[in-house]
Antibody, heavy 117, light 107 residues
């Protein structure tokens, strides 16, 4: 069974960067396609991008390009996301999720990122 | 971007009720539609994919259908565990997009 375990909550000031980890298990790590999504309070999930771990290829939402990076450490079975130049309105819960044919069958537990001065 | 317009935003119902939630897509696509259930403080849970295919372990009271660009999630007999927020998601093209959600609350 696939399990995705994310790092803990973060408090960041506006303009700072945040890096969140997502440790994957239950499958061959190179077979994972991991997406990142975020969900602001009371809002719908927003898709951010994905990484194909085996191909080390990535694809990002257009409006995040330049500020958003997904990477993978195969030695640690862990995927990372980094979002730079945070804005206060970007306070959200960030989720990693396993792709199954375009939809998401396993999710991490979520990481709350609070952006506040 | 494909806009998913979901309705209603809130639905009040009683245990045993038949409940219907609708998502309308801004453009047509073929069958790449999923439904999720989300409870407070938890990640979404995949219920249905390919419009009408139930994921393993999902009760048969959940079903999905489509008519043109309109997609429907039906709960045939609402159970206490079903009070939650439901989202549709299209995975036909990028960016992947979700409906705004339907909160099913106790009447």
């Amino acid at each position: 069974q696939v399990q995705l375990v994310q790092s803990g909550a973060e408090l960041k000031e506006p303009g700072a960067s945040v890096r969140i980890s997502c440790k994957a298990s239950g499958n061959i790590f190179s077979d994972f396609i991991i997406h990142w999504l975020r969900q602001a309070p009371g809002e719908r999930p927003e898709w951010m991008g994905w990484i194909n771990v085996g191909l080390q290829s990535t694809y990002y939402a257009h409006d995040l390009r330049g500020r958003f990076t997904i990477s993978a450490d195969t030695s640690a079975n862990t995927v990372y996301m980094e979002l730079t130049t945070l804005k206060s309105e970007e306070t959200a819960i960030f989720f990693c999720a396993n792709e199954k044919g375009g939809r998401f069958d396993y999710w991490g537990q979520g990481t709350l990122v609070t952006v506040s001065s | 971007d494909i806009l998913m317009t979901q309705s209603p935003s809130t639905l009040s119902a009683s245990v045993g009720d038949r409940v219907t939630i609708t998502c309308r897509a801004s453009q047509s696509f073929v069958r790449f539609l999923a439904w999720y259930q989300q409870k407070p403080g938890k990640a979404p849970k995949l219920l249905i994919s390919q419009v009408s295919t139930l994921e393993s372990g999902v009760p048969s009271r959940f079903s999905g259908s489509e008519s043109g660009t309109e997609f429907t999630l039906t709960i045939s007999s609402l159970q206490p565990d079903d009070f939650a927020t439901y989202y549709c998601q299209q995975y036909y093209n990028y960016p992947l997009t979700f409906g705004a959600g339907t909160r099913v609350e106790i009447k």
